[in-house]
């Protein structure tokens, strides 16, 4: 099993590009989200999906969007890139909503400039 | 707002020794408080994990203390290796339908041989 898999790796944007980051997983879980990880901060819940169709806001949801159209599927864009949205950013899964497992991708560096 | 407070932010200690992390909660209704283990370029992985209904869990070397009174839990890592050198993340969460994981700041960690 691959788990969950990130795309790109590394991205260079510049200011006001949008874009979207790719995240799919295949072990069928029901629960998928994504964090950005800042240097000090930890990481902060982005946004955050407790199946298909259903979509809800994390602790930092401004300038990014996200959908999930499938159960496999969880992309976030970013409308209209700045500089502070330069980060590392993480998608993981859990088998449900609840307290159980996280598995998280190899993560996606972004810098915008 | 930082829910979950974690220090330290950087911990030496020498092959052998005990590392010691700890965090400390605001949010009483948090009852699943996992322990993720960072090492570089690769995404966070769950390491280890508690429930407030118990002290303490112990696994391998790993071992989580529980406060619930004192809203405070901590990792030790007895034996410490350098293959231990990562940075470690604490987290919480309230299991219901919306399920967010909170994380600390993290503390990264260098064992020195």
């Known amino acids: 099993n691959a788990g969950v898999t990130q795309t790109p790796k590394f991205q260079v944007l510049k200011t006001g590009q949008s874009m979207t980051l790719q995240c799919a997983q295949d072990?069928?879980?029901?629960?998928m989200s994504w964090y950005r990880q800042d240097p000090g901060m930890g990481l902060r819940l982005i946004h955050y999906?407790?199946?298909?169709?259903?979509?809800d806001q994390g602790e930092v949801p401004n300038g990014y969007n996200v959908s999930r159209s499938t159960t496999e599927d969880f992309p976030l864009r970013l409308l209209s890139a700045a500089p502070s949205q330069t980060s590392v950013y993480f998608c993981?899964?859990?088998?449900?909503?609840?307290?159980?497992?996280?598995?998280f991708g190899q993560g996606t560096r972004l810098t915008v400039v | 707002q930082q829910q979950v407070k974690q220090s330290p932010q950087s911990l030496i200690v020498q092959k052998g020794g005990i590392s010691i992390i700890n965090c400390a909660y605001e949010?009483?209704?948090?009852?699943?408080f996992p322990w993720y283990q960072q090492f570089p370029g690769k995404g966070p992985a769950l390491l280890i994990a508690?429930?407030?209904?118990?002290s303490e869990k112990k696994e391998g070397r790993f071992t989580i203390s529980f406060n619930k009174s004192a809203k405070q839990f901590s990792l030790h890592i007895m034996d410490s290796q350098p293959g231990d050198s990562a940075t470690y993340f604490c987290?919480?969460?309230?299991?219901?339908?919306?399920?967010?994981?909170?994380f600390g700041s993290g503390t990264r960690l260098l064992v020195r041989p």
């Open positions: 072990m069928n879980h029901e629960y």
């Open positions: 993981a899964s859990n088998l449900r909503a609840g307290n159980t497992e996280a598995f």
């Open positions: 508690i429930r407030p209904d118990v």
């Open positions: 949010n009483t209704a948090f009852d699943y």
């Open positions: 987290a919480a969460s309230i299991r219901d339908s919306s399920y967010k994981l909170i």
């Open positions: 999906s407790v199946g298909a169709g259903i979509t």
